[in-house]
């Protein structure tokens, strides 16, 4: 009986426990079944935009972004960008296999299994809280950089954000392959110091192309994906922490079957290297070229508009703009300005040290003080301390206050304590150059240096710039004369002093130059008087002709003539010209009497390969064939035996101010060079212009006031301030054959009826009894 009511009772207990349990379970299901249903209610709303707009399918089919605008060199090599953002894109076939791997190895191992929202990875992450690894897909990541400006902090704001960029995710997977979504991620993922897609991260880090990236820089990359800062290889406080992420990211390919395991552990082995190469608008190469470039893509944009009437925007449409510029001679051209600045720079503050007025000559103390406070009115600090109330006696009080800066050397960039005004005085102090390199026969400038540093010296010197070009103008006084009288290099005048009397060709008074060695006996070829720059023949040479032929042939040139005034002196180089017009002028000498308008871009595409422009070469002719080799023949003559001969041999190299000075010397140039030396009168501007058959290069130096200068001729001419930078230019050029430029001679008209042999000139007219030619009566 009690067996009886122990089991009756036990049968109540389970009953109980069953019932109780079925509650429970109805319980866990309809609130399994109600969160489900909050969940999919939360997809809905967020699909339907009641927490915010969502993205529409234009907007899917063309995310928004910011492409930098690209800008490639002759021989395909990127010159550097303009951008709001770095962004440059790659196609998928441009990235390299290991790196797509890296990538799906640790950030979504199931990437080719899902349809943007991994399952398996959101229950891990929930029941696991996140420490078994995150849910968020690359399709996911991809979603919230494309549509979700910033992460949220508030828990049910950041659920929300969430919801919207899952349903972004599946409508991505539906709209783009796998491939693409991987694209565009690496294509937009921020990895700092201006590096905005994978692309640009490549070469500002390892200063490579994607493709090029080996394992572990690949690896490097896909670890900072997880956090650009913490796991930075640049900065030094983190870079323990990206060679540690780096080896997790690799671990995680072998794990996946990417790498064997011995390839893993060697590599693990490597230590972390970067080839840190900032792309800053400050940095890279052809800077003061970037610059220009910019002013000659605003004229383009604004005469050329959209399809839909709209502006091109070179920092954001992901412009491609094709250069001129050869990137290997742009190269060389500023290696040879920073070897010889750097070099000449030492002997102009040796130089300096004894000048009571320095860096400025020739003025007094109180023009000094004058200068300096006139750059104080133009800096940058004046115009931010006046925008702010300062007075005037605030601020340049203000100049003469001791303060922390970094400043600019030939040894790096330097941190001191300084005066502003003691900084001005030290900018003030450096020598500076403009060269610039074109072939005469396309009118590719190749090369366009505009200064030594364009992170603190801003100035062109190679378009913006005009100063006095001294002897490097007489070339045009002969090539006119030699068009107009069918003048012959042997022909002879005398070095005697010649007086233009006041009256004559727009005088005002008598004009007598004077020869800067002092030499006036005897008679002298005309091949010899520009060789040696003798002043009095160029004079007698522009009274013959005068000077509007020659501001005529200027003109012709596309030299800006408008100040140059029509009287004799010009023949000696009074007018400011910019090296720009100097090489584009000569060139037509080299080129056979045709002018040909210099060219910067060949052509422009836009994002997707569509040209939009195209160069068409302009020219015209300006001299004879006869007088364009004539010319040349003359300038043959300064590199043999006038103030250029030191590019031949080893000429002065016994002497210190050369061993001090010219740098890159001896030269040792065997093949025909034309080429002119100019030096102002106070020896403020120094000046070559070299040419061989294809490649017409032009070199100024001097400093930025024209009262900064050395004081005597010995550093102060254009044959040692100017012309090794030529020389060092060359020596480089020439070793690189691909380059293909020309060591032949300079092209010979046919039936060539001016005769440039003088071993023979004059003798057959002599032996008749008749008076000699080469004696010029003028």
Same mark, same amino acid.
């Given at each position: 009986m009690g067996n009886t009511k122990k089991t009756a009772k036990a049968k109540k207990q389970e009953a109980e426990k069953r019932r109780k349990y079925s509650k429970y379970k109805s319980w866990f299901w309809s609130l399994f079944a109600i969160g489900l249903s909050l969940i999919v209610l939360l997809f809905l709303l967020a699909g339907w935009g009641v927490f915010g707009t969502m993205p529409t399918f234009e907007e899917l089919e063309n995310p928004e972004t910011n492409l930098a605008t690209e800008i490639f060199s002759s021989d395909g090599e990127t010159l550097g960008k303009y951008y709001n953002e770095n962004r440059t894109p790659i196609k998928f076939e441009d990235l390299p296999p290991h790196l797509v791997e890296a990538l799906i190895a640790t950030e979504?191992?199931?990437?080719?299994?899902?349809?943007?929202?991994?399952?398996?990875?959101?229950?891990?992450?929930?029941?696991?809280?996140?420490?078994?690894?995150?849910?968020?897909?690359?399709?996911?990541?991809?979603?919230?950089?494309?549509?979700?400006e910033n992460a949220s902090r508030n828990p049910f704001a950041r659920v929300i954000q969430k919801a919207k960029e899952w349903v972004i995710a599946t409508r991505l997977e539906r709209q783009y392959t796998k491939e693409e979504i991987i694209t565009m991620y690496l294509n937009k993922y921020d990895f700092l110091y201006q590096a905005v897609g994978v692309r640009s991260a490549a070469k500002i880090y390892f200063d490579k192309e994607p493709k090029d990236l080996n394992v572990e820089e690949a690896a490097v990359l896909v670890a900072m994906l997880k956090n650009p800062i913490l796991y930075n290889p640049v900065k030094?406080?983190?870079?323990?922490?990206?060679?540690?992420?780096?080896?997790?990211?690799?671990?995680?390919?072998?794990?996946?079957?990417?790498?064997?395991?011995?390839?893993?552990?060697?590599?693990?082995?490597?230590?972390?290297?970067?080839?840190?190469?900032?792309?800053?608008?400050?940095?890279?190469?052809?800077?003061?070229?970037?610059?220009?470039?910019?002013?000659?893509?605003?004229?383009?944009?604004e005469k050329n508009p959209k399809p839909d009437g709209s502006e091109y925007n070179i920092y954001r449409d992901g412009l491609k703009i094709y250069t001129s510029i050869d990137s290997r001679m742009q190269e060389y051209a500023e290696e040879a300005v920073k070897d010889h600045i750097?070099?000449?720079?030492?002997?102009?503050?040796?130089?300096?040290?004894?000048?009571?007025?320095?860096?400025?000559?020739?003025?007094?103390?109180?023009?000094?003080?004058?200068?300096?406070?006139?750059?104080?009115?133009?800096?940058?600090?004046?115009?931010?301390?006046?925008?702010?109330?300062?007075s005037n006696e605030e601020i340049v009080k203000s100049f003469g206050q001791k303060t922390d800066m970094r400043i600019f050397t030939w040894d790096g960039i330097k941190d001191t304590i300084m005066t502003p005004r003691d900084s001005i005085i030290h900018y003030k102090s450096h020598l500076q150059a403009g060269m610039m390199s074109m072939t005469p026969q396309t009118g590719e400038v190749k090369a366009w240096v505009g200064g030594v540093n364009f992170k603190h010296f801003k100035y062109?010197?190679?378009?913006?710039?005009?100063?006095?070009?001294?002897?490097?103008f007489k070339p045009f006084v002969y090539a006119t004369a030699i068009d107009q009288l069918h003048l012959s290099p042997c022909d002879t005048l005398p070095q005697s002093l010649h007086t233009i009397e006041a009256g004559k060709h727009g005088n005002q008074n008598d004009w007598t130059p004077r020869n800067s060695d002092g030499e006036y006996a005897g008679m002298i070829s005309l091949k010899a008087a520009l060789a040696q720059s003798v002043n009095t023949v160029t004079a007698r040479l522009i009274d013959r002709i005068g000077p509007k032929p020659v501001i005529d042939l200027l003109e012709k040139l596309e030299i800006?003539?408008?100040?140059?005034?029509?009287?004799?002196?010009?023949?000696?180089?009074?007018?400011?010209?910019?090296?720009?017009?100097?090489?584009?002028?000569?060139?037509?000498?080299?080129?056979?009497?045709?002018?040909?308008?210099?060219?910067?871009?060949?052509r422009i595409e836009d994002k997707n390969g569509t040209i939009?422009?195209?160069?068409?070469?302009?020219?015209?002719?300006? /001299?004879?064939?006869?007088? @364009?080799?004539?010319?040349?023949?003359?300038?043959?003559? =300064? &590199?043999? !035996?006038?103030?250029?001969?030191? /590019?031949?041999?080893?000429? @002065?190299?016994?002497?210190?101010?050369?061993?001090?000075? =010219? &740098?890159? !010397?001896?030269?040792?140039?065997?093949?025909?060079?034309?080429?002119k030396t100019g030096t102002t009168q106070n020896q403020s501007d120094g000046w070559f212009m070299g040419m061989v058959p294809n490649l017409v290069t032009g070199v100024w130096v001097g400093a930025?006031?024209?009262?900064?200068?050395?004081?005597?001729?010995?550093?102060?001419?254009?044959?040692?301030?100017?012309?090794?930078i030529w020389g060092m230019y060359m020596k480089k050029v020439y070793a690189d054959k691909e380059l293909e430029v020309s060591k032949g001679e300079f092209p010979k008209p046919e039936n060539l009826s001016i005769e440039t042999n003088c071993e023979n000139y004059g003798k057959n007219q002599v032996e008749e009894g008749d008076s000699l030619p080469d004696e010029l009566d003028f």
């Open positions: 979504d191992e199931r990437y080719f299994e899902h349809s943007g929202i991994d399952a398996r990875g959101t229950v891990r992450a929930a029941v696991f809280l996140g420490k078994r690894g995150g849910a968020s897909t690359i399709t996911q990541q991809l979603a919230k950089l494309l549509f979700t030094e406080r983190f870079k323990e922490n990206a060679l540690e992420r780096r080896n997790v990211v690799i671990s995680q390919m072998e794990v996946n079957g990417y790498i064997t395991e011995e390839e893993e552990d060697s590599l693990q082995q490597l230590p972390l290297k970067v080839t840190f190469t900032p792309q800053g608008h400050d940095e890279g190469v052809a800077t003061y070229f970037r610059v220009y470039l910019q002013g000659f893509m605003k004229d383009w944009i750097a070099h000449l720079q030492k002997e102009f503050d040796r130089q300096n040290k004894s000048n009571k007025t320095a860096p400025f000559r020739d003025v007094t103390a109180e023009e000094r003080n004058d200068i300096l406070k006139d750059a104080m009115r133009r800096s940058e600090r004046w115009r931010v301390l006046k925008a702010q109330g300062k062109d010197h190679v378009k913006q710039a005009k100063r006095q070009v001294g002897s490097t800006d003539a408008e100040n140059i005034p029509e009287v004799p002196s010009i023949a000696l180089g009074t007018a400011d010209l910019s090296v720009f017009e100097m090489v584009s002028a000569y060139s037509a000498f080299a080129n056979e009497g045709v002018y040909v308008k210099p060219v910067i871009v060949n939009l422009y195209q160069h068409v070469p302009e020219t015209k002719d300006v /001299l004879s064939k006869e007088a @364009a080799y004539v010319t040349v023949n003359l300038l043959e003559g =300064v &590199t043999q !035996y006038g103030s250029g001969r030191r /590019l031949r041999g080893t000429w @002065a190299t016994g002497a210190e101010h050369y061993k001090r000075a =010219v &740098t890159g !010397y001896p030269y040792d140039f065997d093949n025909p060079i034309a080429g930025e006031d024209r009262s900064v200068h050395f004081p005597t001729l010995t550093y102060g001419q254009g044959a040692t301030m100017a012309l090794p």
